[in-house]
C-alpha cells in the first residue's frame, strides 16, 4: 500500500515568509509525528498527533511553528516568519496506534531552505 | 536530558564482514528501541525493533538489547556495499510514550 508522502519535496523561501508543510499518512494510522533533521543530526521531534488532536507539541521550538490534522489524517506543519535556522529536513512519520513500541513509518521528508 | 549516544563514525568495514554499530541511551526506564538506516538524501526506514532483553535476528541483521547496561546494537552479517548508510538508534520513553529519540547515527561504509 501507500506510504506516508509529503509535499512540497523542496522548499526554497526567503527571511521572513511563510510556508507550509504538508504530510498524508498511511491510511487508517491514527498518529502522525513530525520531526525535524538538521545535517549530520538524527531526526528531532517536533509534534504529536492522535486523531485531530495534537497530544504532545512539546518540541515545537517556538510559537512560529504551528501544526493542524483537522480531520485525522492529513497534516499541515507551518511556519511563519522564516528565519535562516529553520533550513532543515522535515520528516512526517505515522504509525498505527500511537501506543508504546508502535513503529513509527516516515515519509521522503521536505527540505526547506531559508535564504 | 534523555540521551541517545551513537559514535558518528565513519565506521569501513571490507565487503562479507560483520559490522557492529552500538547506541547507549540515558533514561533507564526506556521499553522500545529501535534500528532505522537512512540513505543520504533519504528517509529513515526501519530496520529492526527490539523490546527484549537478548538478541534478535533478522536475516543478515542481529539486533541486541542489554537494558541493565543501557545499550542496544546492530550487528550486519556479510556486509554488503549496498548497507553503506547512516544507522539510526531511537529509543521511546517509558511505557505509554510514543515519542522517539534518535542518536545521531552512524555512518557505516562498506569497502567492495
Known amino acids: 500500500g501507500a506510504g506516508v508522502s509529503q509535499t512540497p519535496s523542496n522548499k526554497v523561501t526567503e527571511k521572513g515568509k511563510y510556508v507550509e508543510l504538508r504530510c498524508d499518512p498511511i491510511s487508517g494510522h491514527t498518529a502522525l509525528y513530525w520531526y525535524r533533521q538538521s545535517l549530520g543530526q538524527g531526526p528531532e521531534f517536533l509534534i504529536y498527533f492522535q486523531g485531530t488532536g495534537a497530544a504532545d507539541d512539546s518540541g515545537l521550538p517556538n510559537d512560529r511553528f504551528f501544526a493542524v490534522r483537522p480531520e485525522g489524517s492529513v497534516s499541515t506543519l507551518k511556519i511563519q516568519r522564516t528565519e535562516r535556522g529553520d533550513s532543515a529536513v522535515y520528516l512526517c512519520a505515522s504509525s498505527l496506534t500511537g501506543l508504546d513500541g508502535d513503529t513509527q513509518y516516515f515519509g521522503p521528508g521536505t527540505r526547506l531552505t531559508v535564504l | 536530558q534523555k540521551e541517545v549516544e551513537q559514535n558518528s563514525g565513519p565506521l569501513s568495514v571490507p565487503e562479507g564482514a560483520i559490522a557492529s554499530l552500538n547506541c547507549t541511551y540515558s533514561d533507564r526506564g526506556s521499553q522500545s528501541f529501535f534500528w532505522y538506516r537512512q540513505y543520504s538524501g533519504k528517509s529513515p526506514e526501519l530496520i529492526m525493533s527490539i523490546y527484549s532483553n537478548g538478541d534478535k535476528e533478522d536475516g543478515r541483521f542481529t539486533a541486541q538489547l542489554n537494558k541493565a547496561s543501557q545499550y542496544v546494537s546492530l550487528l550486519i552479517r556479510d556486509s554488503q556495499p549496498s548497507d553503506s548508510a547512516t544507522y539510526l538508534c531511537?529509543?521511546?520513553?517509558?511505557?505509554?510514550?510514543?515519542?522517539?529519540?534518535f542518536g545521531t547515527g552512524t555512518r557505516l561504509k562498506v569497502l567492495a
Open positions: 531511537a529509543v521511546n520513553g517509558e511505557s505509554g510514550t510514543y515519542k522517539y529519540i
